[in-house]
């Protein structure tokens, strides 16, 4: 097995540090040039907000950091697949690479749903990479819910 990479071991962090907090374990990191530069977790209910999925808090903490709405030299690393939502702010944000974890078959958009970036509406598809990280990630995921059933 090889060691997972700097931003996938941030998001996965953050992730714990979701289900600590009570809300679903994803994180999601931008990276640019190697350097993070944003990390976040979900956070809906602290927020009391229903778009505050890790991949929208971690988008807007770049664009604000970099100072630009389009990241498109900025790569995205989620711990699950993102839903629809999420998929269509990273191609507004233009990532140039979406790298996820654990795929979810009953709310992503990427490979599952909808498959948004397929779509010919869609005008700007990330290079995909999965799977990274989907162990723990998914292991996460499994653990919060057995909690609370």
């Not at 999601?28 to 907000?49: H, S, T, Y």
Request: hydrophobic fraction near 45%.
């Amino acid at each position: 097995m090889f060691p997972l990479p700097e931003p996938m071991r941030a998001a996965l962090d953050a992730a714990r540090d979701a289900a600590q907090a009570g809300e679903v374990p994803v994180g999601a990191a931008v990276v640019r040039a190697g350097e993070i530069v944003a990390v976040a977790a979900n956070a809906p209910r602290a927020l009391r907000d229903p778009t505050a999925h890790a991949e929208m808090l971690a988008i807007r903490e770049a664009a604000r950091i970099l100072g630009r709405e389009r990241l498109e030299d900025c790569d995205l690393w989620v711990t699950l697949e993102p839903c629809a939502m999420c998929a269509g702010a990273i191609a507004h944000a233009r990532i140039a690479r979406l790298y996820y974890g654990a795929s979810d078959p009953k709310g992503g958009a990427v490979e599952h749903g909808p498959r948004f970036f397929a779509q010919p509406t869609c005008h700007h598809r990330p290079e995909l990479y999965t799977g990274i990280g989907e162990a723990e990630a998914g292991a996460l995921l499994r653990d919060f819910f057995r909690e609370r059933r």
